[in-house]
T-cell receptor, first 112, second 114 residues
Framework: DGGITQSPKYLFRKEGQNVTLSCEQN?????MYWYRQDPGQGLRLIYY???????QKGDIAEGYSVSREKKESFPLTVTSAQKNPTAFYLC???????????FGSGTRLTVV | AQKVTQAQTEISVVEKEDVTLDCVYE???????LFWYKQPPSGELVFLIR??????QNEISGRYSWNFQKSTSSFNFTITASQVVDSAVYFC???????????FGTGTSLTVIP
């Protein structure tokens, strides 16, 4: 079955470390997105990519970086510059606005 | 600027009761899309329905129904005869025409008590 795979499901990071969250899709969707979810705040857009080798900042891009070298992959790096990285991270792809996002199952990042 | 408001933070109902989740949106665009998503405890958001700004026809799908009213900028979601499996967080979202970003509400946590 087609879908989005996010790994790992749980991730622990020490302060000052960079970590990379994986997002892979086999849906052949062009557009991919990273959202951050905090309790009571809904989802906020970090980065998005409409095509390979191109990506744009969302509302809360500071302290994050992405790459889009392949259509199937859109990894997110949480850098040490991100002041409050503990959150639930969701990756999504979009076939078209008539269909809405397809989401991965998320990665819960905790800074220890 | 686009904005989605879900004023109900938490709702609890007894099984088999009907429940309506409210969603109010703001946008200056004449073309836009509205969505509802369900987030069960597992965390993955599941797409429920989409409406575009030119389609105000209400829809019923099984126990789910949606009421889209442009005059009041609302896109409400009703679950009829609620079940325990309906317990989840429900998000309303708005997208502009480009689809570059979805604007999510803060979610409504629904608990259905057996």
């Amino acid at each position: 079955d087609g879908g989005i795979t996010q790994s790992p499901k749980y991730l622990f990071r020490k302060e000052g470390q960079n970590v990379t969250l994986s997002c892979e899709q086999n849906l052949n969707h062009d557009a991919m997105y990273w959202y951050r979810q905090d309790p009571g705040q809904g989802l906020r857009l970090i980065y998005y990519s409409q095509i390979v080798n191109d990506f744009q900042k969302g509302d809360i891009a500071e302290g994050y970086s992405v790459s889009r070298e392949k259509k199937e992959s859109f990894p997110l790096t949480v850098t040490s510059a991100q002041k409050n990285p503990t959150a639930f991270y969701l990756c999504a792809s979009l076939r078209g606005l008539n269909y809405g996002y397809t989401f991965g199952s998320g990665t819960r990042l905790t800074v220890v | 600027a686009q904005k989605v408001t879900q004023a109900q933070t938490e709702i609890s109902v007894v099984e088999k009761e009907d429940v309506t989740l409210d969603c109010v949106y703001e946008t200056r665009d004449t073309t836009y899309y509205l969505f509802w998503y369900k987030q069960p405890p597992s965390g993955e958001l599941v797409f429920l329905i989409r409406r575009n700004s030119f389609d105000e026809q209400n829809e019923i799908s099984g126990r789910y129904s949606w009421n889209f009213q442009k005059s009041t900028s609302s896109f409400n979601f009703t679950i009829t005869a609620s079940q325990v499996v309906d317990s989840a967080v429900y998000f309303c979202a708005l997208s502009e025409r480009t689809g570059n970003q979805f604007y999510f509400g803060t979610g409504t946590s629904l608990t259905v008590i057996p």
